[in-house]
């Protein structure tokens, strides 16, 4: 079956990120290469309102270095994406015409809503939905999206203020989280999660299976799998469709938030890059899975990237 090969660059709150696939009429997508370096502009921005002015050289040197790999790798089609700690940014245009530059084609800044929505689109094709309609989540670096739909269509979206790295900016968290900070972290998750009680009060059906996607959500399952289960082969095992229950979360957010970055990188499972903000993102989940009465979450190693990509070509949701 013919493909297109895709380039997806996905410029983050945490990182930036090239994912090339190759694309089939049937909404298959077979992974070429992926690149990734860790920025944390979000945290910066939350900071200081601005990207600073080193941050912005090494935006521009990682999206030359990727830029270089997506052409060696052939792509057909190019998918350039831009997510909160840009769109917030006060120099976040001036530094987005630099890179467009770079890439020598438009990058989308897209608003929260379009971020929601394509994150859905990745979630539902990723794993397996139903025909009811399903809630899904999204935990960026800059922010939460949430999504409710079906298979073949999205009902509403909303996405909030919540990621990692804008609270670990905002609030200047330590390294290994005071009962202060806890308080702090699920405090606001409450305040700022309204949107998304009002999606799920309007189609409260959708909160039966509820999907949830993205670095942090990843990072989790791979803990709780390495906790609870014989260490698996693979450095990197799969953790499409594993089941995260509400109390299980609980205990990791509990969990993590006493142990300092060296105790963190002891666990099973952790990696490196994913350490440091991991105990807030696993409190903001916890606590809106408490606050929506939720049972759990079943993770998607599909999202963002790849509903940009479902998107773009307009190929249908198909299981990974």
């Known amino acids: ?78 998918v350039a994406l831009a997510t909160a700690a840009l769109r917030d940014a006060g120099n976040g245009t001036r530094l987005l015409a630099r890179m ?36 899904g989540l999204d935990l960026g670096g800059g922010s939460l999206e949430a999504g409710i739909g079906t298979v073949d269509s999205v009902s509403a979206v909303a996405s909030v203020a919540l990621g990692t790295a804008r609270i670990r900016g905002e609030l200047d968290t330590g390294d290994r989280l005071t009962p202060a900070e806890r308080n702090a972290i699920a405090d606001l998750t409450v305040e700022r999660a309204g949107p998304i009680d009002a999606m799920v009060a309007a189609m409260p059906e959708a909160c039966e299976r509820v999907i949830a ?11 709780a799998m390495g906790l609870h289960r014989p260490a698996p082969r693979s450095a990197a095992p799969s953790v499409n469709q594993v089941e995260l229950p509400a109390g299980q979360l609980r205990d990791l957010a509990d969990r993590l938030a006493t142990l300092d970055l060296d105790a963190r990188m002891a666990l099973p499972g952790i990696q490196a890059r994913r350490a440091p903000l991991l105990p807030i993102g696993a409190l903001v989940l916890s606590t809106l899975v408490d606050r929506l009465g939720l049972r759990g979450l079943v993770v998607s190693e599909w999202g963002l990237r790849e509903g940009a990509v479902l998107d773009s070509l307009a190929l249908p949701a198909d299981h990974a």
Do not use: Y
């Open 1 to 78: 079956m013919p493909t297109v090969r895709v380039a997806v660059f996905d410029l983050g709150s945490s990182s930036f990120h090239l994912m090339v696939v190759d694309a089939s009429r049937d909404g298959r997508l077979e992974p070429v290469l992926r690149r990734r370096s860790f920025l944390h502009l979000g945290t910066e921005v939350a900071r200081t309102g601005d990207v600073p002015g080193d941050r912005s050289a090494l935006a521009v040197r990682t999206v030359k270095r990727l830029h270089v790999a997506a052409e060696d790798a052939g792509a057909d089609v190019v």
């Open 100 to 135: 467009e530059r770079i890439l020598g084609s438009p990058i989308n800044l897209l608003t929260g809503e379009e971020e929601a929505r394509l994150c859905f689109l990745g979630q539902r094709a990723g794993v397996w939905v139903g025909e009811r309609p399903v809630l």
């Open 213 to 223: 996607s993205g670095g942090t959500v990843r990072a989790l399952a791979r803990l």
